[in-house]
C-alpha cells in the first residue's frame, strides 16, 4: 500500500517486517555516522494541524538520516489562516511533486481524506481520536526490544481510551500480534461496546492492573472533552493515576509506557516516570525515529516500484 493510514488494515506479517526493519534502523542510529543516502533526491513535507513535539521532530530527523529533503509547514503561518481548505492545502503541497506528506490532523478521517487528492504517499501522524500508526508501532519495537516477544502479554492501556487514537492503534497491533489487551478508564472515558474489539474493559483500575505485564498511561485529552465530564485532578490521580503501590498490583518485572506528552501527577506519578527500572517513556522517544525512517523506507520503495510499473520497466 502506498499510505500508511492505520493500524487496523495492517496484517502480522506485515507489522513484523516493520518492526524488524525498525530494529535495524536502531542499530544504524547509534553508529557515529547516522546518515544514510536512501531517500536522496526525496522530498518529505510535515504537514501538522495539531501541536507536536515528539512525531514532527522524529520524522524530520527520520527523513533526514535517509538522505531526504524535509520541509516543515507551518500552519500557523500557511494560507490555512486565509481560509484555505484542509483538500485546497493538500492539492497546493500535491503540484509540488512531493513524495511523502505527513499529516496530523484534529478530524478523525481528514488524512484519509486528503490521501484520497494526492499522488504522494499519506503518513497518518494521528487524526482526531482514530488512529496514530507510528506511535503503536514505536510502542511495538520497544516492547519486543525489550521483552523480547509480544505474543502472550497483557497489556493494559489505561486512562481516557474515549479520545484517544494512540489507544485504538495500540489496541489493533497488539491483538492482531497476539497480545491480550486490558482497557482500564473511568466510565465517561471508556467508549461503549470495546469488547467487539477483543479487549477486556474495567472501570476499576486496581481490578485492571493484576497480573498485567505492561502498564501504558494516556493522558486526559482535555482538547477534545468540550462539554464533557473533565475530571478534577486530584480525584483522577486516585482512582487513575498510576503510582508505586497501584503498580505492585501488576507482575513484579511490568514495565511502564506513556506516548507523551505526559502530565506528571495527573495520570502517572513523577519519580515513577523517571524510574529507569521500570519505565519505557525514554525507549519510546528513541525507537519513534527508528520506526518512522522504517516507514518512510518502505513507502518510497513502493512509490519506486508503481513508478518502474508506470514507466513499463
Ligand atoms: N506521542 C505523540 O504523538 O507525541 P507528540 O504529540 O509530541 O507528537
Given at each position: 500500500q502506498r499510505h500508511l493510514l492505520g493500524i487496523a488494515e495492517r496484517t502480522s506479517d506485515e507489522i513484523s517486517f516493520l518492526l524488524d526493519l525498525a530494529d535495524r534502523y536502531v542499530v544504524q542510529n547509534r553508529?557515529?555516522?547516522?546518515?544514510?543516502?536512501?531517500?536522496?533526491g526525496r522530498t518529505v513535507i510535515n504537514l501538522f494541524f495539531e501541536s507536536s513535539t515528539r512525531t514532527r521532530t522524529s520524522f524530520e530527523l527520520a527523513a533526514k538520516r535517509l538522505g531526504a529533503d524535509v520541509i516543515n509547514m507551518s500552519v500557523s503561518t500557511s494560507s490555512i489562516k486565509k481560509g484555505e481548505t484542509l483538500i485546497d492545502t493538500a492539492m497546493t503541497l500535491n503540484a509540488m511533486r512531493p513524495d511523502v506528506l505527513v499529516v496530523r490532523h484534529p478530524d478523525s478521517g481528514a488524512v484519509q481524506l486528503l490521501s484520497e487528492k494526492v499522488n504522494c504517499a499519506v503518513i497518518n501522524g494521528g487524526d482526531g481520536s482514530h488512529e496514530h500508526p507510528t506511535q503503536a508501532l514505536l510502542d511495538a519495537l520497544t516492547i519486543r526490544r525489550r521483552v523480547?516477544?509480544?505474543?502472550?502479554l497483557t497489556v493494559a492501556i489505561c486512562g481516557?481510551?474515549?479520545?484517544?487514537r494512540v489507544a485504538r492503534s495500540n489496541i489493533h497491533l497488539l491483538t492482531v500480534m497476539g497480545a491480550h489487551v486490558r482497557l482500564i478508564a473511568p466510565p465517561t472515558l471508556m467508549p461503549s461496546?470495546?469488547?467487539?474489539?477483543?479487549v477486556e474493559a474495567f472501570t476499576d483500575m486496581r481490578a485492571g492492573l493484576q497480573g498485567v505485564d505492561i502498564v501504558m498511561m494516556l493522558r486526559l485529552q482535555t482538547e477534545r472533552m468540550q462539554g464533557n465530564y473533565v475530571p478534577s485532578i486530584r480525584e483522577y490521580f486516585r482512582f487513575y493515576g498510576l503510582d508505586q503501590e497501584k503498580l505492585s498490583l501488576a507482575k513484579p518485572d511490568a514495565l511502564v509506557m506513556h506516548p507523551g506528552p505526559m502530565n506528571r501527577g495527573v495520570e502517572i506519578d513523577s519519580e515513577l516516570a523517571d524510574d529507569l527500572d521500570r519505565s519505557l517513556i525514554r525507549d519510546q522517544v528513541e525507537m519513534g525515529v527508528a520506526v518512522r525512517m522504517a516507514c518512510l523506507d518502505v513507502l518510497t520503495r513502493v512509490l519506486r516500484r508503481d513508478a518502474e510499473t508506470e514507466a513499463g520497466v
Open positions: 553508529l557515529p555516522g547516522k546518515k544514510l543516502d536512501l531517500l536522496s523480547g516477544r509480544l505474543e502472550g481516557d481510551i474515549l479520545h484517544s461496546s470495546v469488547e467487539r474489539l477483543g
